[in-house]
C-alpha cells in the first residue's frame, strides 16, 4: 500500500509555462515533505522542503504547497525550463528520530522548447 | 567538499551469489542511509545507520543488512541474490543530529542479478 502516491507518471509542458506536479499522502503522521529532482544515471537532488507548520515554501522558481487537510502537496515550477526535463520525487517523513523518508513513484517531466 | 561516492557503478551477478556496496558520506555527515529504486516503485527505504548503529529499518528482509564504520563510511550487503533484486541502489547522507533532514544522495549502483 504506497503511503506517498504521484498519480501522474507523466507530464509535458511547453517552455514558459507552469510545471504543476502533484503528490499525494495517507499516513497523517507525515509532517515533513521534500521534492527532489533525478536525472538519468544521476542520484536524486534536492530541490524544497516544506514542514507540516508552513502551507507554502519558495526558493526561486520553485514553490511547493501543502494541503494538510486533503494530504496533498504539489511544486509549482515557474517558468519551465526544458533542463527541468527530469523525474520529480515527493517525499514524505514522520517525526521521529533520525532519516526515514517514505518515496513516491515519481512523476517525469519533459519541457518542450 | 566531495559528494556522496559510491562503489561500485555497475554489479552483476547471478541468483544465489552475495554483493557488497560500499557508500563513502559527505565528510561531516554522519547518517547514511540505503535505498532501493525500481521501475515504477519509486525508492524504498531500506536503512539508516548513525554512529555506526541501525537508527531505522525498512520493511526489507534479513537478507539485506548494512554496517557503518568508525569514519561513516557504510556497506550494504545482500546475500542469496533473487531476481527481483535487480535495481538501482542509492546512498544518502546527511548531518544526522536533527530529525528531518534533507539527504544528499550518490549516484548510486546498478545491481543487475541473472
Known amino acids: 500500500d504506497q503511503q506517498v502516491k504521484q498519480n501522474s507518471p507523466s507530464l509535458s509542458v511547453q517552455e514558459g509555462r507552469i510545471s504543476i506536479l502533484n503528490c499525494d499522502y495517507t499516513n497523517s503522521m507525515f509532517d515533513y515533505f521534500l521534492w527532489y529532482k533525478k536525472y538519468p544515471a544521476e542520484g536524486p537532488t534536492f530541490l524544497i522542503s516544506?514542514?507540516?507548520?508552513?502551507d507554502k515554501n519558495e526558493d526561486g522558481r520553485f514553490t511547493v504547497f501543502l494541503n494538510k487537510s486533503a494530504k496533498h502537496l504539489s511544486l509549482h515550477i515557474v517558468p519551465s525550463q526544458p533542463g527541468d526535463s527530469a523525474v520529480y520525487f515527493c517525499?514524505?517523513?514522520?517525526?521521529?528520530?533520525?532519516?526515514?523518508?517514505?518515496f513516491g513513484p515519481g512523476t517525469r517531466l519533459s519541457v518542450l522548447p | 567538499k566531495a559528494g556522496v561516492t559510491q562503489t561500485p557503478r555497475y554489479l552483476i551477478k547471478t541468483r544465489g551469489q552475495q554483493v557488497t556496496l560500499s557508500c563513502s558520506p559527505i565528510?561531516?555527515?554522519?547518517?547514511v542511509s540505503w535505498y532501493q529504486q525500481t521501475p515504477g516503485q519509486g525508492l524504498q527505504f531500506l536503512f539508516e545507520y548513525f554512529s555506526e548503529t541501525q537508527r531505522n529499518k525498512g520493511n526489507f528482509p534479513g537478507r539485506f543488512s548494512g554496517r557503518q564504520f568508525s569514519n561513516s563510511r557504510s556497506e550494504m550487503n545482500v546475500s542469496t541474490l533473487e531476481l527481483g533484486d535487480s535495481a538501482l541502489y542509492l546512498c544518502?547522507?546527511?548531518?544526522?543530529?536533527?530529525?528531518?533532514?534533507?539527504?544528499?544522495f550518490g549516484s548510486g549502483t546498478q545491481l543487475s542479478v541473472l
Open positions: 516544506i514542514s507540516s507548520i508552513k
Open positions: 565528510s561531516g555527515h554522519r547518517s
Open positions: 517525499a514524505a517523513s514522520p517525526l521521529l528520530y533520525g532519516q526515514n523518508f517514505v
Open positions: 544518502a547522507s546527511s548531518v544526522g543530529e536533527a530529525t528531518n533532514e534533507k539527504l544528499f
